[in-house]
T-cell receptor
Framework: AQRVTQPEKLLSVFKGAPVELKCNYS??????LFWYVQYSRQRLQLLLR??SRESIKGFTADLNKGETSFHLKKPFAQEEDSAMYYC??????????FGKGTRLHILP | DSGVTQTPKHLITATGQRVTLRCSPR?????VYWYQQSLDQGLQFLIQ???????AKGNILERFSAQQFPDLHSELNLSSLELGDSALYFC??????????????FGPGTRLTVL
């Protein structure tokens, strides 16, 4: 059973508009969640962790245990945000389960 | 390059064959992770090694095996290859394998095409 769900394969947003990439998870216990990003012709890299509660490149993500969600948000999209975004869940034994990813396309 | 390296970049082979993918972790990292990325399945965790020992196992087929050597590089062996094994195989490394999460750093991947 899939434990991390990213319902949108592709999300197109105009530059300057708000962005929300959805992620839902299923996990018993306290989850540890991440967002990874892959820019064109670059390696997959960590964007942010829910534990650190930080904002990276203007992106934030809040863990909502009631809704089992960890949506990634940015108030004003920039063209350089165009990339593939993966939500990921760390299991107790250090396995990382990735969602299938959402391609974010920022329109000029 | 002090990051994660993977060889080869591309590999084209035939069904039934066996291939070996190689990964060198970042300097000082003890953990190596292997992932398979295919169009329909997304990024799937295969296996993790920590300092030479298998630490965690994911959806790795019996036809696949991996090991981590004393110098900490790792190899992923894929045998009796099928068309469906065509995918991008990523390696990642992290400083340690348990406890507080250590960020995983990904390699560029090896694209395997099975004809």
């Amino acid at each position: 059973a899939q434990r991390v769900t990213q319902p949108e394969k592709l999300l197109s947003v105009f530059k300057g508009a708000p962005v929300e990439l959805k992620c839902n998870y299923s996990y018993s216990g306290s989850p540890e969640l991440f967002w990874y990003v892959q820019y064109s012709r670059q390696r997959l890299q960590l964007l942010l962790r829910h534990i650190s509660r930080e904002s990276i490149k203007g992106f934030t993500a809040d863990l909502n245990k009631g809704e089992t969600s960890f949506h990634l948000k940015k108030p004003f999209a920039q063209e350089e945000d165009s990339a593939m975004y993966y939500c990921a869940l760390r299991e107790r034994d250090d396995k990382i389960i990735f969602g299938k990813g959402t391609r974010l396309h920022i329109l000029p | 390059d002090s990051g994660v390296t993977q060889t080869p970049k591309h590999l084209i082979t035939a069904t039934g064959q066996r291939v070996t993918l190689r990964c060198s972790p970042r300097s000082g990292d003890l953990s190596v992770y292997w992932y398979q990325q295919s169009l329909d399945q997304g990024l799937q965790f295969l296996i993790q090694y920590y300092n030479g020992e298998e630490r965690a196992k994911g959806n790795i087929l019996e036809r696949f095996s991996a090991q981590q050597f004393p110098d900490l590089h790792s190899e992923l062996n894929l045998s009796s290859l099928e068309l469906g094994d065509s995918a991008l195989y990523f390696c990642a490394s992290s400083a340690s394998g348990r406890g507080d999460y250590n960020e995983q750093f990904f390699g560029p991947g090896t694209r395997l095409t099975v004809l």
